[in-house]
């Protein structure tokens, strides 16, 4: 049985994208030219757009037209942290991080609320279901391009020392150090869950990812010297721009990918 028209037209498009006949960021034809070019209908052609448009190898720009998706370089996240670095906030190892890579960084002005905890942040921060907590959210972006979704929840009774916790500001050097002034708390370490599911409404339109796409969401439990959670962090990081890396022992050699493995034999202390 032959393949509906417009699965016909969405795959030769995608066929040369993948070629490189269409480029990425190469703006595609208008619907008038592709409805000339496959002598079809404008809802067969709209029809192929969309398909195209869910599986993001595509996206319409108001008032400029439609155009190949542009190739997103993964960025990758180590999990494990240095123990030089379990005092810092996310924030500040975020910026630090990317613009090690030499690339640029950016995140929103937190937007601040409180709420009442639900169970999945009360278990965490071993509060009472529904108590109030503080929770700062942010917008993260990598080369402009929208990264991650993040939000910090600390226990409310934290304001009563540390106000700055309901203020809509970035607190510099970040809010760990900031609670360290404040409050004489300092962060030990922390427990990361990371869990996997469909992209809400709110992230599809933020990523630019499609219905059916899959985010990363990780919450992390930061814990003060008396081992009392002091905040927890949830981040939600689209999979087609996300990669991670979990370290286990002492002294383990900085990942290494080259093009040529093979070539690994010939370079002793190489790794992967």
């Known amino acids: 049985m032959a393949q509906p028209m417009y699965q016909q037209i969405a795959e030769d498009l995608r066929t040369k994208i993948a070629s490189g006949i269409l480029k990425r960021g190469a703006q595609l034809p208008t619907e008038v030219e592709l409805r000339d070019q ?26 400029q037209g439609t ?17 030089t670095e379990v005092d810092k906030g996310e924030g500040a ?13 950016s995140m929103t002005v937190p937007k601040v609320e409180v709420q009442p905890a639900a169970a999945e942040i009360a278990n965490r921060l071993r509060v009472p279901l529904g108590q109030p907590v503080v929770s700062r959210h942010q917008k993260r972006f990598i080369d402009e391009v929208p990264w991650s979704l993040q939000t910090s929840f600390y226990p409310f009774e934290f304001t009563k020392g540390a106000v700055r916790l309901l203020m809509a500001e970035n607190i510099e050097p970040g809010v760990v150090h900031y ?8 962060q030990i370490g922390w427990r990361d869950w990371i869990t996997a599911r469909s992209a809400d409404n709110n992230e599809q339109a933020f990523f630019r990812i499609s219905h059916d796409s899959t985010v990363f969401e990780i919450f992390r439990t930061a814990f003060d010297q008396h ?22 022992g002492d002294g383990i050699p900085d990942p ?13 202390g190489m790794t992967a």
């Open 38 to 63: 496959y002598e079809a209908s404008r809802n067969t052609v709209r029809d192929a757009i969309k398909r195209l448009t869910s599986q993001g190898l595509i996206e319409t720009k108001p008032g």
């Open 67 to 83: 155009f190949v998706s542009v190739k997103i370089d993964p960025f990758v996240t180590v999990l494990t942290a240095d123990l």
């Open 93 to 105: 190892t975020y910026l630090s991080k990317v613009n090690a890579e030499h690339r640029e960084a």
């Open 179 to 186: 609670l360290g002034e404040t409050m004489g708390l300092a």
């Open 227 to 248: 081992k009392k959670p002091m905040r927890v962090t949830v981040t939600v990081f689209p999979t087609d721009r996300n990669q991670f890396i979990v370290n286990v």
């Open 256 to 268: 290494r990918y080259e093009e040529n493995p093979e070539e690994y034999d010939e370079k002793p």
